[in-house]
């Protein structure tokens, strides 16, 4: 039971919960414990065991389908695809850079030092890419 | 002191005993179901709070057989509804006292952690179809064996038995009720399996889950055997007064056991996050959050379920278990006026 693959979320964060869903199932995805041909629990089953609203969990889906991730069938189960990495754009990559230096500002506010930033940044773009 | 009145007065303090100990069978870190810390119950406080619940359950118990002994009324069903709905009410009553208390004074909040399992389908949701197999099955061979032996059935055998072990209903030879014990042994079968299919779909994922539908599904089976020898007795099966009630309570006891240790076992109860603000418990004991899909969620308090009256769709559920309920009794009903 323990070794099974979960999502968890937080329902008192200020980051909405389908962006939680979204955020969490991306990272199984990136990192391939979600692997090609997986099969993901039926919308009711994901809500119900969340705590949110189906279309929570339905757009949610359909987020992910829409970056290529999963296909989505009518009666059928969401199925993890293949998905070929796209080459991102000049303002893809200039909206990232905003995102990150906001939330760089945002942790050295709190206190945070650079250095463990860094750190923190290497382990997970390794342990996502590996 | 008659027979009747001795038999209600025991009902009444099985279930005062009951009262006792129920804010006992709860989960670590809720108590009297408020949010609380994990070793607050073990605290003066939480020790002083329960002490005083269970003096007013206590007194509230004392009240109730002091109904029952001195004003008998006449009707039988009042004699047993009336004290016993005093105790309860009474005691429902000092525990929402105590939940107000609890809340006010050591409530705690924690985060709202949800878990969803993503396997397909997740292990807690898995259905042991092969586990009701057996009973109904059974249930169809002692029909069978019924009908096989038609003959050898006398015309007239006891279908009631009083607290004194005698019979004293008689009922003739007719299929109905010859099959009755079958029959509502089978109705009584679907109703549970009922009840375990809507909680492992209409629920969360939670260790009350999995030790819901363990129960349901283990406790077929002492029932199913009850019906079958209720339904061999015509043949002139002897079987000792007190050996039904003993295989159900032994089976009924051992399964709370087992279920108690389950439930407030910490590693387990923390396996599977469920945790909600008490806002949403009504007088600790109805849950009402519009903002859930559950139909079903595990009760703060006991073992088993409660429905999320916020969520319009319970209503039909709970008409739907109601009307499976009444298929057994309506069968005993039929039965008995034959």
Known sequence: MTDALTLRIDLDSSIPAGRQIVDGLRILLVSG???????????????????????????????????GWLHLHHGRAAR???RDVPNPTMDQMDEFGHRLRALVAEMLAKGIPAAKLQDDMRVAAEELES | MKAEVVTLVLHLMFVAVIFQFTPLITRRGIFFSATVDPDFPRSADGRRVLRSYRWQAALWAVLAIGVQLVLPPRHPLTAMLLPMLLMIIGSAFSYWLKFREVHTHYGQRRPEIRQAELSVPPAGERFNAWLWVPP????????????????????????????????????????????APVLIGAAMNLFMLGLAWLFSQLSRNTIMRRVTVRLLEVLLYPLTLTFIIVALLPFGLVVPVWLIPAIMLTCVAGLIFWSYRQIVAPALADAVPDPQSDSYWKAGMFYYNPNDPAIFVAKRVGIGYTVNFANKMCWLVLAGILLLGLLPAALGILAGRK
Not at chain 1, 53 to 65: I, M, S
């Open chain 1, 33 to 67: 414990k979600l692997s090609l041909g997986s099969e993901l629990p039926s919308v009711r089953r994901m809500a119900l065991d969340l705590g949110v609203h189906f279309n929570t969990v339905a757009d949610a889906y359909r987020t992910l389908a829409d970056e």
């Open chain 2, 136 to 179: 109904f099955a059974a249930l169809a061979l002692t029909a069978a064996y019924l009908q096989l032996h038609w003959s050898q059935l006398p015309e007239r055998f006891p279908v009631h038995w009083g607290a004194d072990g005698q019979p004293n209903r008689w009922s003739s030879r007719e299929p109905l009720t010859v099959f």
């Open chain 1, 80 to 82: 993890v695809v293949c």
